[in-house]
């Protein structure tokens, strides 16, 4: 081999290196205990303990209104914990946490979302480094794509985000885990709408992902049943990308009637409006003014019935 | 997704050891062969056997193509050339394409290299080659097989025979086009993307003006995406010491009429249509107004090239239209003074090419039209996305327009391989830096793989 070559290799693998070393330094960053202190604040916030939790993506965070929720019933506390671009496997983790720190008789929503395997936003609110490389490694054994380890790398060598939070102060990036209430008026269509059809038209089938992804929600349900808090699992009401909708649609058919947000026909015919979308993928205020409303029915058929 | 940078740096890891382990200097193209075959049947899955029966047919005509008894048996071979490529165009794309284990990837450019091959041998340009494994990896290579460019066989069978090396200039200039490609990826392709799929999916919302500036966006997100795609593949080539044709000019997006735009955006297909298409009926078509009903023909089949449909046969006559038009009315601007004709040239042409690309993109060229001339002001929006989007995009334009400007003819890797030393290194860690804190870190297929 030339020198030359051996000199662009080496300048090639230092720059490689000190582009890694500078990706793991800004990516690994977080307290010792960061769940606990998302916790912390947000029980400094509600200035009470938490009793029910919306576990779930930006399509949580938009869609359920908590300061709607907490004007109706004022003995129930609520928070909204969605985290823009969360996956399932993140919410089903954090899920698992709010099971081992929540009171009994608590219960806890979870969207359910699409299965990817890159981090959500502010994930160093909600995971410790090697809390996300056990999710990875799950992950892995759910699925293996070589299109995902792209956007994981992709991911890991951006430091945009990281950037953002360290010009923004604590309150301000921990606001991003609440309600948001965006007035915005999608005028596109409505083909991201599940439509009582929808539900009713899938095939129970799984594939074997399916299964496994299955057995995944089941755990966290029986954990759940073990400290006596009730886990629920809600089909988002907006679904943009079609592999999502056959992905999950099955798998939402197969959770038990009693662990799942059952929308009935009426609500779903109600909601069918670009009126109540910010985008296709996320309500407006008008939208989750009416998820709410919607399900707060479910959360005292739900509290009613085990309490 | 179909193409994706861990795989394309799996391609060039693979290939660097493969070369460097190979010693026979003639055959080293066996590594790249072996490799393209292997990712494209990893990509592809079963419809890879469509392409190895297609490259059996091409080389097995190209043999007997001058023994044949009639014009009729040529026609025949052609026609069964173009027979995958129409059925993708016409059938597969809907249907088939959605199947996990059938993607027919980069047919129209395997179709139309292989044709390219075969026409050649015809007019007498070439020989037909007796190394069936040579042609199947000009059929197949990795680099060019998703979004071109079109190659000639003769430009890039002796590259595979003699140029296939590592040396410290190839290496380096690879990763310079690799580089200056992620950049403008990244950075400015994938955040033109979001400005573009933010009007163009909520048409009721952003009407009038704002169609027209979705249409502005999608011309430079179009420019931007392809040609980094086009940038990447060609550095990856690069690196195993094989020179991939450029397919476009620097600075295309300034061009100054639509003419000096086409001469420098997606050469290498227009040189394709012009050399196999225009040039040989040109002769039949002497007169001046048979000569533009030509050209029209020639623009129409390259809008159907991209997809059969309504959009891109209006598409492709509207670009006719404006060139003859042009020509027309030329002489009248002469009195200009040629700076002031240059400068007002490119601000007609960004207002023409930017309507020009709400057809191109639009789902549903009604409805984009209808949203191009009325405007709701009840459901207009009072917010800054699109703005705010335009405040990212506009430094690290300004920054590429610059290096282009620069670079002049040269391409990428040869202006930035003159620079000196410090300077070059200063480009690099800018661009590193640019990438990691404001790209978008998230990859979506070459809109022009679809094509």
């Known amino acids: 081999m030339e020198k030359g070559i051996r000199k662009s290799i080496a300048k090639f693998i230092s720059l490689a290196i000190i582009l890694l070393m500078a990706a793991l330094i800004i990516k690994t960053r977080s307290s010792s205990d960061p769940f606990q202190n998302l916790l912390k604040y947000t029980e400094s916030h509600k200035k009470t303990s938490p009793k029910i939790f919306f576990v779930g993506s930006s399509r949580m965070r938009m869609g359920i209104a908590v300061d709607q929720l907490e004007k109706i019933d004022s003995v129930r506390q609520f928070y909204n914990l969605g985290n823009n671009r969360s996956s399932i496997l993140y919410n089903c983790r954090t899920a698992e946490k709010l099971i081992e720190v929540s009171p009994k008789n608590s219960l806890i929503y979870v969207e359910l979302s699409d299965l990817l395997i890159t981090p959500p936003n502010q994930h160093q609110y909600f995971y410790s480094f090697e809390e996300s490389l056990e999710i990875l490694k799950k992950h892995f054994a759910l699925r293996f794509s070589f299109a995902e380890l792209n956007e994981l790398i992709l991911q890991f060598f951006n430091f945009r985000l990281e950037i953002k939070n360290h010009f923004s102060d604590e309150e301000r990036i921990l606001n991003e885990i609440e309600y948001y209430a965006d007035e915005l008026n999608f005028h596109g269509g409505t083909s991201s709408i599940i439509t009582q059809d929808d539900l009713t038209s899938t095939s129970n089938d799984l594939t074997i992902f399916q299964q496994k992804y299955l057995v995944m929600l089941r755990k966290v349900i029986n954990r759940g049943k073990q400290k006596h808090i009730k886990v629920k699992f809600i089909l988002p009401v907006t679904i943009d990308k079609a592999s999502e909708r056959s992905q999950t ?34 309500l407006n205020a008008r939208g989750a003014h009416l998820h709410t409303l919607e399900l707060f029915k479910d959360i005292i058929a739900t509290t009613g019935s085990q309490f | 997704m179909v193409l994706n940078f861990t795989l394309l740096f799996l391609f060039i890891l693979l290939g660097v050891t493969g070369i460097f382990l190979f010693n026979e200097e003639k055959k080293k193209y066996h590594v790249l062969l072996i490799l393209s075959l292997l990712f494209y049947l990893f ?259 390259i809008g159907l090239w991209h997809e059969l449909s309504i959009k891109f046969l209006v598409w492709g006559m509207l670009n006719a239209g404006w060139i003859l038009t042009e020509n027309r009315w030329r002489p009248h601007f002469a009195f200009l003074p040629n700076r002031m004709r240059e400068s007002l040239g490119i601000a007609y042409h960004i207002m023409g090419a930017s309507f020009l690309a709400i057809i191109f993109r639009t789902n549903d060229l009604a409805g984009s039209m209808q949203a191009l001339f009325s405007f709701n002001h009840s459901a207009a929006v009072d917010n800054w996305v699109i703005a705010k989007q335009f405040m990212y995009i506009i430094p690290p334009f300004v920054l590429m327009d610059y290096i282009n400007r620069k670079a002049g003819e040269k391409r990428i890797d040869e202006y930035i391989g003159s620079l000196h030393m410090p300077v070059r290194w200063c480009f690099y860690l800018s661009l590193i830096l640019l990438i990691v804190t404001m790209g978008i870190p998230t990859s979506s297929d070459a809109y022009y793989v679809r094509f």
Not at chain 2, 225 to 237: A, M
């Open chain 2, 43 to 301: 990509i592809a899955k079963i419809a890879f056997l469509i392409l190895i029966v297609f490259s059996i047919l091409v080389f097995e005509s190209g043999k007997h193509l001058h023994k044949l008894p009639g014009k009729i048996h040529y026609f025949v071979i052609i026609a069964l050339c173009l027979t995958p490529l129409l059925i993708d165009k016409i059938y597969l794309t809907s249907k088939l394409q959605t199947s996990d284990y059938f993607k027919l990837i980069g047919i129209s450019y395997v179709s139309f290299n292989g044709l390219s091959y075969l026409f050649d041998i015809k007019k007498g340009y070439l020989k037909p080659e007796t190394n069936y494994f040579l042609l199947l990896l000009y059929l197949i290579y990795l680099p060019y097989i998703f979004i071109g460019p079109l190659h000639r066989y003769r430009e890039i069978a002796g590259q595979f025979k003699e140029n296939i090396s590592l040396n410290n200039l190839n290496l380096s200039n690879g990763f310079r086009l690799v580089l200056w490609g992620l950049f403008k990826h990244f950075v400015l392709a994938q955040r033109l993307s979001i400005t573009v799929e933010t009007i163009f999916k909520d048409t009721g919302t952003y009407q009038g003006p704002y169609v027209y500036i979705g249409g502005f966006a999608f011309f430079l997100y179009l420019y931007c995406d392809f040609s980094s795609y086009v940038d990447i593949f060609q550095g990856v080539s690069q690196i195993f010491g094989i020179r991939l044709k450029s397919n476009f000019r620097n600075q295309v997006y300034a061009s100054h009429s639509r003419k000096h735009f086409w001469a420098g955006w997606h050469v290498t297909l227009n040189h394709w249509f012009r050399d196999y298409f225009f040039y040989p009926l040109s002769k039949y078509f002497r007169a001046k107004w048979q000569n533009n009903i030509l050209m029209v023909l020639t623009f129409v089949l």
């Open chain 1, 249 to 282: 649609l099955p798998i939402y058919k197969n959770i038990p009637a009693t662990n799942k947000w059952i929308y009935s026909a009426a609500f779903l015919e109600k909601i069918h409006s670009d009126f109540f979308l910010r985008d296709l993928n996320h």
